[in-house]
């Protein structure tokens, strides 16, 4: 018997605010920067039609590949 997954996706807008969020950036990131990430740590993802869907454990793997840059920094 089929059964039914509901899986949450975002789109790129949603992934602007999604990713600030986690990363705890007070602004939202811009369009153009998440597509630079995306094709950065997600080169194989692909389109549907002309737009990015990337599912929640790809914004969480964004969103920590985020912060470990954020914290790699020395002082």
């Not at 705890?24 to 990131?29: A, D, L, N, P, V």
Request: charged content about 35%; glycine content about 2%.
């Amino acid at each position: 018997m089929p059964r039914l997954i509901n899986i949450i996706v975002y789109e790129v807008d949603e992934v602007c605010e999604e990713l600030a969020k986690r990363t705890g950036k007070r602004e939202r990131y811009s369009h153009t920067r998440v597509i630079d990430i995306i094709h950065q740590y997600l080169p194989t993802i692909e389109k549907a039609g002309r737009r990015y869907f990337l599912t929640e454990a790809e914004v969480v793997f964004l969103a920590e590949r985020l912060q470990t840059q954020k914290r790699s920094k020395k002082y």
